[in-house]
């Protein structure tokens, strides 16, 4: 008896960016699994502009107001130097810290990389206001609740 070969269906290559109905990714409409339903790519690029912008605030009740709008009360914040602070006032407090020593630095939005159901990641940058070359650049992973982040993860490159 012979022997049967399975025959593989031959895999089209398409392009990263490209998706079989030859949308581009950013034009697609993203779902959250929250009862916010679907939210436009958009929505997320605001959502992480205004978690942004938390950290160039210098003023103390603007940046509590912009906590307020960007982060649930719940939240938590994690990075390389900074262990689960929880809440809006344990996160003020070390953008403060942060705002003294990087002096004139801002924080931009690099790329949005990925965002599905209810997590996003992203790129920042840290550097002058005129858009030189950074001094720093890292990614933010971020959990979202209805219309705020509920936690944020950060890694430094």
């Known amino acids: 008896m012979g022997r049967r070969r399975r025959h593989r ?80 006032a344990e996160l003020s407090s070390v953008v403060a810290q942060a705002r003294e020593r990087f002096g004139d630095l801002v924080f931009t939005l690099g790329t949005v990389i990925n965002v599905h159901h209810d997590v996003a990641l992203f790129t920042w940058r840290l550097g002058a206001p005129d858009g030189g070359n950074p001094v720093a650049t890292g990614y933010d992973f971020v959990e979202i609740a209805g219309d705020r982040i509920r936690r944020v993860v950060g890694f430094f490159e």
């Open 9 to 88: 269906r031959r895999r089209v290559h398409r392009p990263r960016t490209e998706n079989p109905r030859g949308e581009h990714r950013a034009a697609r409409r993203i779902r959250f699994r929250n009862s916010g339903g679907s939210h436009p790519m958009s929505t997320v690029n605001d959502l992480i502009q205004r978690y942004i912008a938390v950290w160039n605030e210098r003023d103390s009740a603007a940046r509590t107001a912009l906590i307020a709008a960007a982060l649930t009360e719940d939240s938590v914040y994690s990075d390389p130097d900074h262990a689960a602070l929880r809440g809006h």
